[in-house]
């Protein structure tokens, strides 16, 4: 049986599963080249539907992240805000409507839109709630019989955090937290607040830059903005900071006359911002804490999954893991709206149809591969030079011109699902030089110097970097480095002296690991720093794209499956 799951706005995706076997997803983002890409996964159905060989009349339900007709809590939320300031109201009402004759009336559509563009077929289609899909993602994938399940984000259809409890092939709902209470939005106003872009990825810069400041701010945020106190909730204070007028640049008097101004886009970060954002990191972290404590009160589970975007931040993450008292974590790599396409399929296969389960997510490796014959018809048409050669010699030859200091993008098997490159379409490079992180971030990817690198590291070696045992096949825990390694591997370890590191099984990405481990042979170091391949645009996802990518930015060498590309030689004729 095949079932088809959506995500239809906003990092839209699609995932088709057979007999609760995950056969392929993807980000829409990957094949329309908009990073994060809102509306019908056109071509990521498309190449589900393909990879398995089959069309939509084979598939027999289909699962949707969201239910557009849960409304009424934004409605109410609008007029509440109207008691606060006009500007807020705007704000809310303006966005509400939008979002209303956009996508929401749209959303009811998505079936006939389905039959139109792919023909018929007597599929079921089910509308299902947006975080219990965040929760089927994690949970029904993992390798635990029973979980504890915390899902946070900025929020579904009007929850924002949901406390659930998986068992076998079902998901209870405990507790849920609803607007305007969402972690996910106060971290997407902070990050407004610091000049960035909220909902463009951006988050991700507030946690960079917090490790370089000192929570000045953190009493500020904690009494005034994201509250725990006296309450067995979180409470998020839009008066003081509202992330619907942190869209428009507006921010309340509460929190302007206690940090002052809003960073303008553009503007000089100073240790202003990385103190404001050092300090809404921690409270975040801390406010994260109480919840997860308070699940393992609700449950009294040894396992935790979570799911939602909130779940990306790793910092907070590797404090959870070590901070709290669950044994055990699981967080796939698509944590954020694009993985509710895998929940929903596994939603109404498990849930619905009440099938037992069989599957775990093991890797990332869920998108379009290419054959060596495929790449090599890319390269011949594009006229660079290039050599083929078996793996025995293309790895060492690799190995040997990164610890010269060659920046390789590396296009290696099926592209991954999730934000994060985890070895199938990499940069790699030395994580011995100091120098790394700056030539990476300023002259080939072309973004802030501040953005953290990681290391893809072979897993056996986690108790000899880290002076623990560490199991992370999806970069997505933050822990700290053995004092002893720190200097050996500077380009990766961030500044406070932590790593995010991808622990890489020989089994699971086998070519990688000897990648790392030829490596290893060289310099003595069973890593390799690993960055998303990609500039200023989606990660790569097709042979042309990485051709294109490697003619338009500045790295040093291309790798297609064992065709190798090296600059020097294409102006050596
Ligand atoms: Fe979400």
């Given amino acids: 049986m095949y079932i088809l799951g959506l995500t239809t706005m906003g990092d839209s995706a699609a995932s088709l599963i057979r007999d609760g076997q995950l056969i392929a997803a993807v980000e829409e983002e990957r094949f329309s080249r908009k990073k994060h890409h809102s509306g019908f996964p056109f071509k990521a159905i498309q190449f589900c539907l393909d990879h398995a060989g089959i069309t939509l009349k084979d598939v027999e339900h289909v699962g949707h992240y969201w239910k557009p007709w849960i409304l009424r809590h934004k409605a109410m939320q609008a007029a509440k805000a109207a008691f606060v300031s006009r500007d807020m109201f705007k704000a809310r009402a303006d966005r509400g409507l939008a979002q209303v004759s956009e996508s929401y009336l749209g959303m ?60 076998a092939n079902k998901i209870e709902v405990l507790k849920r937290i609803k607007l305007p209470h969402s972690l996910g939005q106060f971290y997407s106003a902070v990050t407004n607040f610091i000049g960035f872009d909220m909902f463009a990825g951006d988050e991700w810069k507030v946690m960079g830059l917090a490790a370089y400041g000192t929570p000045k701010y953190y009493d500020f945020f904690r009494e005034k903005v994201l509250t725990t106190n006296g309450s067995s909730d979180f409470k998020f204070n839009v008066e003081v900071l509202d992330h619907h007028l942190a869209k428009h640049y507006k921010f309340p008097d509460g929190i302007v006359n206690e940090l002052g101004p809003g960073r303008a886009k553009g503007e000089e970060l100073t240790q202003h911002h990385w103190d404001i954002a050092c300090s809404a990191q921690k409270a975040l972290e801390d406010t994260a804490i109480y919840l997860v404590k308070q699940i393992k009160e609700m449950t009294g589970e040894e396992n935790l999954c979570m799911a939602g975007g909130v779940a990306f931040n790793s910092v907070m993450n590797g404090r959870i893991f070590h901070e709290t008292p669950f044994k055990n974590f699981y967080v796939q790599p698509a ?21 037992p389960r069989s599957f775990q997510m093991k890797h990332a490796y869920w998108g379009p591969g290419f054959s060596n014959e495929e790449c090599r018809k890319v390269l011949d048409e594009s006229g660079l030079k290039y050599e083929t050669l078996p793996d025995e010699e293309l790895l060492p030859k690799l190995a040997k011109t990164i610890a010269d200091g060659a920046i390789v993008g590396w296009f290696n098997g099926r592209m991954e699902l999730g934000p994060r490159a985890l070895g199938a379409r990499s940069f790699v490079a030395d994580p011995r030089r100091a120098d790394m992180r700056e030539i990476l971030n300023h002259k080939v990817k072309l973004r802030e110097w501040f953005r953290p690198l990681a290391p893809s590291m072979q897993e056996e070696h986690g108790t000899e970097v880290f002076g623990v045992e560490h199991h992370d096949p999806f970069m997505i825990t933050v822990i700290e480095v053995a ?8 380009a990766v370890v961030h500044v406070d002296g932590t790593a995010r590191p991808q622990m890489v099984n020989k089994h699971v990405n086998p070519r990688y690991w000897n990648l790392i481990n030829e490596f290893k042979k060289l310099t003595g170091i069973p890593m390799l ?45």
């Fill in 108 to 167: 009811f559509k998505h079936p006939r839109r389905l039959r139109e563009h792919f023909g018929p077929s007597n599929f079921k289609f089910h509308f299902l709630e947006h975080h219990q899909t965040h929760a089927a993602s994690a949970f029904f994938v993992s390798p635990f019989e029973t979980a504890a399940i915390l899902t946070w984000d900025g929020t579904g259809e009007d929850t924002t955090t949901l406390f659930c409890r998986g068992k």
């Fill in 335 to 355: 944590a954020g709206d694009a993985g509710c396409s895998l929940g929903a399929a596994l939603l109404v296969w498990h849930q619905k149809l009440g099938s």
């Fill in 529 to 573: 720093l690993n960055t998303s391949f990609n500039v200023q645009e989606p990660i790569v996802c097709s042979p042309q794209d990485a051709i294109n990518t490697f003619k338009n930015s500045n790295f040093d060498a291309l790798v297609l499956e064992n065709n190798l590309v090296i600059r020097e030689a294409q102006n050596s004729e």
């Fill in 483 to 490: 004092e002893e390694y720190k200097s050996k591997i500077p």
